[in-house]
């Protein structure tokens, strides 16, 4: 049974039938945006969880998040979603300051963000 999202729930919601898109399930990120930069950031060749590359990713979904909520003000579910991964990112930046304060002040250089 090969039914798309769009149509499961346009036969479910008729009303929503003429909505352009029902479901956003488009992640900010593809796949091989995500692997470029995961092989800029990474320590060793199989790296894919470090701190610098789990904040480097956060960074790019929250240019996405602030880009979409620059045309879309009152969409107030993705503004929780952006704080979350906000507070997130600088849970994983205090960390990396504490640990290891070298690779903090490079990664928030290359990143092109602010420290904490």
């Known amino acids: 049974m090969s039914v798309s ?12 039938a003429s909505l352009r898109c029902i479901i956003l399930f488009a992640m900010a990120l ?4 995500k692997a470029e930069i995961i092989k800029k950031y990474q320590l060793h060749d199989k790296d894919t969880g470090s701190v610098e590359v789990q904040v480097a990713i956060l ?5 996405y998040l602030t880009e979409h909520l620059k045309q879309h003000r009152k969409d107030i579910h ?19 300051k ?16 602010r420290g904490i």
């Open 5 to 16: 999202v769009r149509a499961f729930f346009r036969s479910r919601f008729p009303q929503f």
């Open 30 to 33: 593809s796949k091989e945006q």
């Open 59 to 63: 960074t790019e979904r929250i240019k």
């Open 78 to 96: 993705t503004r929780y979603g952006l704080q979350k991964l906000v507070s997130k990112r600088k849970r994983l930046l205090k960390y990396l």
């Open 98 to 113: 504490r640990e290891d304060y070298q690779k903090y002040q490079q990664l928030i250089r290359a990143l092109g963000i």
